[in-house]
Each structure stands twice: as structure tokens, then as C-alpha cells.
């Protein structure tokens, strides 16, 4: 998919920009870095350098992980409190379930730890949150 994007992108650059250019990126593993072609060079940034070249993304990073604490802790309080006044019968329904789970797919709704899936949502609902006149203060 990556390579797809960089072949549309020079395509792009030399219908715009007849001299070499260099495309800045990020460093994930799925970035090839170093390529060189004759219109193109692509370099990646150090390291953990978001922050300190993208000092925009820090605001929406920031905020973005205190709406997800902030929701992970409330449904975590909120699950907690439904199983402390659950039925007998609802919490033995629940810890049948429980026992015929595969590992690793219960999560805060059947009172155990956070799981991906959890995280996803989460994390979803978070930067869903973000207003887009703050991404563009």
C-alpha cells in the first residue's frame, strides 16, 4: 500500500515539480527509507523526534491520551460498580460465561483487564473527541 502511495506521489511531483525533491517521513516500520529515484529522495527522521519537528501533534497526542485515561478509567469505575450490584443469578451467568471464554477475549465489560479490542474503541471515542478548531489552534 505504501509503495502504491509513493509511485502515485512521484507521478504527482513530476507533473508539479521538474527539479529532485526530498519527502521527509516519520519512521514506522512499513516506510522504506533511503530510496532514491530521479525525482525523489526519501529520508526518515530520527527516532522519536515527533514531538521536537511536529510540535503540533503534541497538543492532539496530549489531548488525545487524557480523553482515553480519562474514558478508560470511567468505564472501568462504571463495569466495576455494575457487577457490585449485579443479581446472584447475573453474576453467575457472567462467571459461566467467563469460564467458557477463550483466553484473552474478556475485557472491562466482564470485569477483567483492558484488552485491545477495549483499547481500540477507546482510543476511537478519544480522538473522535477532538474538535477540529483545536487541531487547528
Known amino acids: 500500500m505504501y509503495r ?6 512521484c507521478g504527482a511531483l513530476a507533473a508539479f515539480k521538474s527539479s529532485k525533491a526530498v ?7 512499513g516506510h522504506i527509507m533511503n530510496l ?3 525525482r ?3 529520508e526518515g527522521l530520527p527516532a522519536n523526534t515527533t514531538a521536537l519537528y511536529q510540535p503540533c501533534d503534541q497538543g492532539i497526542i496530549h489531548c488525545t491520551k487524557c480523553i ?3 474514558e478508560m478509567t470511567s468505564k472501568m469505575l462504571v463495569c466495576r460498580e455494575e457487577h457490585a450490584a449485579e443479581s446472584l443469578m447475573a453474576t453467575a451467568v457472567r462467571l459461566a460465561r467467563q469460564i467458557g471464554a477463550r483466553r484473552g477475549t474478556l475485557g472491562v465489560d466482564d470485569g477483567k483487564s483492558l484488552h485491545v479490542l477495549d483499547a481500540m474503541r477507546l482510543l476511537k471515542s478519544a480522538f473522535e473527541q477532538i474538535t477540529p478548531s483545536f487541531i487547528m489552534q
Do not use: G, M
Open 68 to 70: 482515553y485515561k480519562r
Open 4 to 9: 502504491l502511495w509513493l509511485d502515485h506521489f
Open 40 to 42: 525523489l529522495s526519501v
Open 36 to 38: 532514491e529515484t530521479d
Open 23 to 29: 519527502l521527509l517521513l516519520d519512521n514506522p516500520s
